[in-house]
Nanobody, 124 residues
Framework: QVQLVESGGGLVQAGGSLRLSCQAS????????MGWFRQNPGKEREFVAA????????YYADSVKGRFTISRDNAKNTVYLQMNSLKPADTAVYYC?????????????????WGQGTQVTVSS
């Protein structure tokens, strides 16, 4: 069992930066691939970024490529999402998720564990 807790969300002006953190409990964190998704009311959850269990492979949605960076520190049981050059379109609740399978990294149903979400609001 893995529990995930996100932090670092908030209100920022367009062009600004935020760093989201996701703290995981449990001893098996390093065996999970991790991802970040986001969601707005009435819309489907959207893939943002993913990272392999060892951190050697990363994946990004086209909409955030070049602006967001996902990373992890397995010694601290933490995954990060550095978000730069933020746009109002990035406004959403951001969720951290973990998976122990080899399914598609962009498909939310492949993730076994989810955090409670953290709100990111980008003002124009």
């Amino acid at each position: 069992q893995v529990q995930l807790v996100e932090s670092g969300g908030g209100l920022v002006q367009a062009g600004g930066s935020l760093r989201l953190s996701c703290q995981a409990s449990g001893r098996t964190f390093s065996s999970y691939a991790m991802g970040w998704f986001r969601q707005n009311p009435g819309k489907e959850r959207e893939f943002v970024a993913a990272i392999s269990w060892g951190g050697g492979r990363t994946y990004y949605a086209d909409s955030v490529k070049g602006r967001f960076t996902i990373s992890r520190d397995n010694a601290k049981n933490t995954v990060y999402l550095q978000m730069n050059s933020l746009k109002p379109a990035d406004t959403a609740v951001y969720y951290c998720a973990g998976r122990s399978n080899d399914g598609a990294y962009y498909y939310s149903n492949n993730y076994n564990y989810w955090g409670q979400g953290t709100q990111v609001t980008v003002s124009s």
